[in-house]
């Protein structure tokens, strides 16, 4: 079992940035890869990035590609999406999962994610 929860998300203008943190507990981080998914209202959940558990490969949505960064520090169980040059249409609620598929070769669907945070806010005003 692995509980996880998202913090860093809020209020930010057009070409700002914040850092999304995933805090896992119960399990280590280690073994899992770790996506970041959103969903706007009215929208599809999307997925927004992961990043593997055997050699950290990531891999980014191409809506986010160069303005996004995962990362993890599995010392402190810890996963982070930097979002910068961030736009309104970012707006959305920021969740993150674990799978035990790693997402090094084959990017995970959200429905083969195991483990599910419960979201954090992120609103970008133009």
């Known amino acids: 079992q692995v509980q996880l929860v998202e913090s860093g998300g809020g209020l930010v203008q057009t070409g700002g940035s914040l850092r999304l943190s995933c805090a896992a507990s119960?399990?280590?981080?280690?073994?899992?890869?770790i996506g970041w998914f959103r969903q706007a209202p009215g929208k599809e959940r999307e997925g927004v990035s992961c990043?593997?558990?055997?050699?950290?490969?990531?891999h980014y949505a191409d809506s986010v590609k160069g303005r996004f960064t995962i990362s993890r520090d599995n010392a402190k169980n810890m996963v982070y999406l930097q979002m910068n040059s961030l736009k309104p249409e970012d707006t959305a609620e920021y969740y993150c999962?674990?799978?035990?598929?790693?997402?090094?070769?084959?990017?995970?669907?959200?429905?083969?994610?195991?483990?599910w945070g419960q979201g954090t806010q992120v609103t970008v005003s133009s």
């Open positions: 990043i593997s558990s055997s050699d950290g490969n990531t």
């Open positions: 999962a674990a799978t035990i598929i790693d997402c090094s070769g084959y990017v995970p669907t959200h429905d083969e994610y195991d483990y």
């Open positions: 119960g399990s280590t981080v280690d073994y899992y890869s």
